[in-house]
Nanobody, 122 residues
């Protein structure tokens, strides 16, 4: 059973907006985050949120443009992407973990979604 299911990817123009969703089916996690992998590049951290308290952490490249949030009742995490740029083009992955240290380190996340493609046209 896949515990994380992403949705909301697609094609968007430069400067536009897109919202990604990640539904955690059947369980909750201490931290949930978003990572992305562009063609020819390694997967990188985008943002993370602590489920209890809602504190957030962002990569410098997306700070002030992207917002991560959660809906407790729906057990869903969102990534609101505003003012997107062509360099935001990537496969975006939702990830989850049950520890609270080094939120930007992907090797500490034990659960991953299948990924959703985001393409920003120039």
């Amino acid at each position: 059973q896949v515990p994380l299911v992403e949705s909301g990817g697609g094609l968007v123009q430069t400067g536009g907006s897109l919202r990604l969703s990640c539904a955690a089916s059947g369980r909750t996690f201490y931290v949930m985050g978003w990572f992305r992998q562009a063609p020819g590049k390694e997967r990188e951290f985008v943002a993370a949120i602590r489920w209890s308290g809602g504190t957030t952490t962002y990569a410098d490249s997306v700070k002030d443009r992207f917002t991560i949030s959660r809906d407790n009742a729906k057990m869903t995490v969102y990534l609101q992407m505003n003012s997107v740029k062509p360099e935001d083009t990537a496969i975006y992955y939702c990830a989850a973990r049950n520890s609270d240290n080094g939120l930007q380190y992907q090797n500490l996340y034990g659960y991953w979604g299948q990924g959703t493609q985001v393409t920003v046209s120039s």
